[in-house]
């Protein structure tokens, strides 16, 4: 879920203008994690995996994708201090969410009853809205939301198997029900690139393994003649851990679906 509030101008209280530039708020952990869910996190330092904060990545990575002529900032917070948005509600219920919001704002033109006080005007009016600004965000969003539509569902049964120490991570999870699934992206966490070379055996036969570099859709020679049990996959890493947080859509031709028009 994303909230878009307070996305209407460029032009902050502080006189800065930023057309270019959205803000993007992602909450660590949940709230109601249970105990052994943060003994997990504390083991693996995941605390930065989370989903909101996969959710926001991927968006950010969207604009040097599509045409928005927008940059997409993260900021690692559940929201600004003492406030709250729209995604709060959804975020306890543990779906993933974040809240768009300008970069500079100007609280005279925010939950503020209309006047004028010492010559200044308070209120949130259509003089002070940058629709331009509104229509880039728009942009993002529409962007987003296109590629996480045209993306497989998200892996299930995810099973890390260290065994001993190592500088091998073997990653394990159910096969995918999807017919048309080309593979997943295994990103390294606060990256937009792949981490290094991948084998992956694909959910279904023939399986497909992708170089985000070139593009290029191969088939790999590690398929079984059948649909496998499960998809795995190695990644040669520090030991630190990796994030799933990115599916590959399921055509390589168009990442994102379509150019969109200005």
């Given at each position: 879920?994303?909230?878009?509030?307070?996305v209407?101008?460029?032009?902050?209280?502080?006189?800065?203008?930023?057309?270019?530039?959205?803000?993007?708020?992602a909450v660590?952990p949940?709230f109601?994690?249970t105990?052994?869910?943060?003994?997990?996190?504390r083991?693996?330092g995941?605390?930065n995996?989370s989903?909101?904060?996969q959710?926001?990545?991927?968006a950010k990575?969207?604009?040097?994708?599509?045409?928005t002529?927008m940059?997409v900032r993260?900021?690692?917070?559940?929201?600004?201090y003492?406030?709250?948005?729209?995604h709060?509600p959804?975020l306890?219920r543990r779906?993933p969410a974040?809240?768009f919001?300008?970069?500079?704002?100007?609280?005279?033109?925010q939950?503020?009853n209309?006047?004028?006080?010492?010559?200044t005007?308070?209120g949130d009016?259509l003089?002070?809205?940058?629709?331009?600004?509104?229509?880039r965000v728009?942009?993002?969003?529409?962007?987003?939301?296109?590629?996480l539509?045209?993306?497989?569902g998200?892996?299930?049964?995810?099973?890390?198997h260290?065994g001993q120490?190592?500088v091998?991570t073997?990653?394990?999870?159910?096969?995918?029900?999807?017919?048309?699934l080309a593979?997943y992206?295994?990103?390294?966490?606060?990256?937009?690139q792949?981490y290094g070379p991948?084998?992956s055996?694909?959910?279904r036969?023939p399986?497909a393994?992708?170089s985000?570099?070139?593009r290029?859709t191969?088939?790999?020679?590690a398929c079984?003649p059948?649909?496998?049990?499960?998809?795995?996959a190695r990644?040669?890493?520090?030991?630190?851990s990796?994030d799933l947080r990115?599916?590959?859509?399921?055509?390589r031709?168009?990442r994102y679906?379509?150019?969109?028009?200005s």
């Amino acid at each position: 879920m994303f909230t878009n509030d307070i996305v209407g101008s460029s032009l902050g209280q502080n006189g800065v203008r930023d057309p270019n530039s959205v803000r993007l708020f992602a909450v660590g952990p949940y709230f109601d994690e249970t105990p052994q869910e943060a003994a997990d996190r504390r083991t693996t330092g995941s605390e930065n995996d989370s989903p909101a904060r996969q959710l926001a990545r991927y968006a950010k990575d969207v604009p040097d994708q599509a045409p928005t002529d927008m940059s997409v900032r993260i900021v690692y917070k559940r929201d600004r201090y003492l406030r709250g948005g729209d995604h709060i509600p959804f975020l306890d219920r543990r779906y993933p969410a974040a809240r768009f919001t300008e970069v500079n704002e100007d609280h005279r033109h925010q939950h503020q009853n209309v006047r004028v006080e010492d010559g200044t005007q308070f209120g949130d009016l259509l003089d002070f809205v940058d629709f331009g600004y509104m229509t880039r965000v728009a942009k993002v969003n529409a962007a987003t939301l296109a590629g996480l539509a045209s993306a497989p569902g998200t892996m299930s049964g995810v099973r890390v198997h260290t065994g001993q120490l190592s500088v091998d991570t073997d990653l394990e999870w159910d096969p995918s029900p999807e017919a048309d699934l080309a593979g997943y992206e295994i990103v390294y966490r606060d990256t937009i690139q792949p981490y290094g070379p991948t084998r992956s055996a694909c959910p279904r036969t023939p399986c497909a393994t992708s170089s985000r570099a070139s593009r290029r859709t191969t088939t790999c020679s590690a398929c079984a003649p059948s649909t496998p049990t499960a998809t795995a996959a190695r990644l040669r890493s520090p030991s630190r851990s990796n994030d799933l947080r990115r599916p590959a859509p399921r055509e390589r031709r168009a990442r994102y679906g379509p150019p969109m028009k200005s």
